[in-house]
C-alpha cells in the first residue's frame, strides 16, 4: 500500500503537525496543536491514534510542540535531537535520534520506515528536518529554517513529497507595521524562517520534474498569502521549465 502523507496542521497559530503512514508503519512530525485537537484532526481523516509508532519533533517551540501530551496519552515514543528533547524536558521519555546515518527510526525489518534527521539553521537548541524514507517514497519535512545550506539541500534530495516552511513574503514582512524592527531582523536572519523565495529557490534546485508533491506550510498568517507562495515557487520552477501539474503538483496548506 502506498504511503499516506497528510499535512494536519500547520502555522505559528494552529501549530505543525504532519502525519506519515503505511500499512505497517505510522508516525507524526511534531505535535503543535493541543492534544486533544491531534486525536479530533487525525479521527476527521479516519487515521487511528492508538496506531501510531513514534512522534519526530522538529524542534522545542511551542508550535511544534504544545501537544506532547498526545504522546503520553497513547503512550508513544517521543524522538528528537538531544538538544530539543532536553528543552521540552523528554530526554528520559525519547531516543536520542542522531544526524549521522540511517539510525533514527526502524521498528520493522521487512516493511521498514527509516527516519533522517538533518540539522537545519532556526532560533532553537539542536531543531531536525527528517528526510523519511518508506518501501515506496522518500518525504522530507523542512519546518522552521532561516536558511538552505547545502547539507540540507542534500539530505532532502530525490524526495517525492517536500513538506517546506513558505513563512513570509518579504515585501509584507518589510510593509507590516506591527512587527518592530527586532521582530522582522529575526525572522529574516538565518536563524529565523524561510521566505517565498528562498523557498521558491531551494525547490528550484530540488525538484526534478517527475511528478514530486510539494506542499507549503507554516505560512504566517500577517506576512504572507497563498497566492504570493505559490507564485513565487512556480515563478522559479517555470525558469527551470518545469510546469505545475505537468512536472510537480503544488499545495498551499
Ligand atoms: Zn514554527
Ligand atoms: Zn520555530
Known amino acids: 500500500m502506498a504511503t499516506t502523507v497528510k499535512v494536519l496542521s500547520t502555522g505559528s497559530e494552529k501549530g505543525s503537525c504532519v502525519y506519515i503512514s503505511t500499512e505497517e508503519v505510522s508516525v507524526l512530525v511534531d505535535v503543535g496543536p493541543a492534544k486533544s485537537k491531534i486525536e479530533k484532526l487525525m479521527l476527521a481523516e479516519n487515521y487511528d491514534p492508538t496506531k501510531i509508532d513514534g512522534i519526530f519533533i522538529s524542534h522545542e517551540h511551542g508550535d ?27 530526554l528520559e521519555f525519547g531516543k536520542v535520534v ?16 527509516n527516519v533522517k534527521p538533518f540539522a537545519i539553521s532556526h ?34 534530495a530525490d524526495s517525492d513529497v517536500y513538506i517546506f516552511e513558505a513563512n513570509h513574503d518579504i515585501g509584507m514582512l518589510e510593509a507590516n507595521g506591527k512587527y518592530h524592527d527586532g521582530l ?4 529574516r536572519s538565518d536563524i529565523g524562517h524561510l521566505s517565498n523565495d528562498q523557498a521558491a529557490e531551494a ?34 520552477l517555470f525558469e527551470k521549465g518545469l510546469v505545475k501539474g505537468k512536472h510537480y503538483k503544488l499545495e498551499v496548506i
Open 123 to 156: 532560533d532553537a537548541m539542536e531543531p531536525f528536518g527528517y528526510a523519511i524514507h518508506t518501501m515506496d517514497k522518500k518525504v522530507t519535512v523542512l519546518m522552521d529554517t532561516g536558511c538552505v545550506t547545502d547539507d540540507m539541500l542534500e539530505a532532502m
Open 64 to 90: 511544534h510542540t504544545d501537544g506532547i501530551g498526545f504522546a503520553d496519552k497513547f503512550k508513544i515514543k517521543v524522538h528528537a535531537s538531544e538538544g530539543t528533547l532536553k528543552a521540552i524536558g523528554r
Open 203 to 236: 525547490l528550484a534546485k530540488l525538484i526534478r520534474g517527475r511528478g514530486e508533491q510539494i506542499f507549503l506550510t507554516h505560512m504566517s498568517s500577517s506576512n504572507n498569502t497563498a497566492q504570493l507562495s505559490e507564485k513565487a515557487v512556480k515563478l522559479a
Open 184 to 187: 522582522k531582523y529575526r525572522i
Open 98 to 113: 542522531r544526524t549521522n546515518g540511517f539510525t533514527g527510526f526502524r521498528p520493522f525489518s521487512d516493511h521498514f520506515m
